[in-house]
């Protein structure tokens, strides 16, 4: 099991961009492949993007496409999710996700139910 510690949320405005970061603690997260999913309030939580364990391999939800980039640095044991051009449905509490797990199918990859590990979110809030 690894530990995993988001930060970066915080208001902003929309048009705008801020960068969250989820520290894994133990030495297994190059194993792990990571994940950002997202809850709104009064909503289901959704799958936001996804990287491979070498970092090789990303994959997004459309809603998100050409604005999050997710990125990570093995040697920190730390993914990051870039967001830019933030607008008001963007906001929700934001988690990050690890899995030892490797899937055939990426759409595995999308279903919060196929991760072991959770962090404990950390607010993201967009002001029209």
């Known amino acids: 099991q690894v530990q995993l510690v988001e930060s970066g949320g915080e208001l902003v405005q929309a048009g705008g961009s801020l960068r969250l970061s989820c520290v894994a603690s133990?030495?297994?997260?190059?194993?792990?492949?990571m994940a950002w999913f997202r809850q709104a309030p009064g909503k289901e939580q959704e799958f936001v993007a996804v990287?491979?364990?070498?970092?090789?391999?990303?994959y997004y939800t459309d809603s998100v496409k050409g604005r999050f980039t997710i990125s990570r640095d093995n040697s920190r044991n730390t993914a990051y999710l870039q967001m830019n051009s933030l607008n008001a449905e963007d906001t929700a509490v934001y988690y990050c996700?690890?899995?030892?797990?490797?899937?055939?199918?990426?759409?595995?990859?999308?279903?919060?139910?196929?991760?072991?590990?959770w962090g404990q979110g950390t607010q993201v809030t967009v002001s029209s």
């Open positions: 996700a690890a899995t030892y797990t490797v899937f055939a199918r990426t759409m595995y990859y999308t279903q919060k139910d196929n991760y072991e590990d």
């Open positions: 133990g030495s297994t997260f190059i194993r792990e492949t």
């Open positions: 990287i491979g364990r070498d970092g090789a391999g990303t």
